[in-house]
């Protein structure tokens, strides 16, 4: 069972989900992902920093694609007066609802088991001038180096933001550094 603790998530071994230190990171995934507005689809609920930024901006429909029944369930809660959400059980792997593409996409999971395919599968999903986002400790090289072999059919631009992660405090140290890089992938 998880642990929702006001400024983090902990799973059954005390290790964090998700933190708050991570709300700057959060606001600018989603000011990325919401650029054009319209249709966004986002994979991993958490805390909902980042679905509370996207609520803010002006687009058309928001599906949440969520796996853990404790978060999903929060995520029902949350969403009850906010009628653009579309709520979304299961792992994202599985649960894409078909015929349908999107303007943004924004990827943060825990434990994914399926990176690859989320590499060859995004591009399917989003529309002409589409936004992908996605939550990364990776460095500015690291995601230049993946966005000439992983996402080949996009252009990539990164921003870097100044975090402060409470490191001495983290049971699971999943973030050590004072620099994040948020890459934006915009379909070619
Ligand atoms: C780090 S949290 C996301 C934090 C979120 N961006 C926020 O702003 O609070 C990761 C979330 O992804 C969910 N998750 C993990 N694997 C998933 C999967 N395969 N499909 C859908 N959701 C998944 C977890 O249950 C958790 O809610």
């Not at 995934?29 to 507005?37: C, E, F, P, Y």
């Not at 996605?134 to 631009?157: F, L, Q």
Request: glycine residues 6%; contains cysteine.
């Amino acid at each position: 069972m998880y642990t929702f603790l006001k400024d983090k998530i902990l799973d059954e071994r005390g290790r964090e989900v998700m933190m708050n230190w991570e709300i700057p990171i959060m606001k600018e995934h989603a000011k990325i992902v919401t650029k054009n507005g319209g249709d966004i689809l986002e994979i991993g609920f958490g805390m909902g920093i980042c679905s509370n930024f996207i609520q803010k901006a002006k687009i058309n429909t928001h599906t949440i694609i969520e796996i853990n029944d404790q978060i999903f369930k929060r995520l029902l809660k949350w969403a009850k007066d906010k009628p653009n959400v579309i709520p979304i059980k299961g792992d994202w792997f599985n649960n894409i609802p078909e015929n349908q593409k999107y303007d943004g996409i924004m990827h943060d999971t825990w434990k994914e088991k399926n990176y690859k395919s989320l590499y060859q599968i995004i591009p399917t999903i989003l529309k002409p001038k589409g936004i992908f986002t996605y939550y990364t400790p990776d460095t500015r090289e690291v995601i230049k180096h993946n966005s000439k072999t992983k996402y080949k059919w996009g252009t990539v631009n990164i921003t870097k933001i100044n975090v402060n992660p409470p490191i001495k405090k983290m049971n699971y140290k999943y973030f050590t550094r004072k620099d994040y890089y948020v890459p934006k992938i915009t379909i070619d």
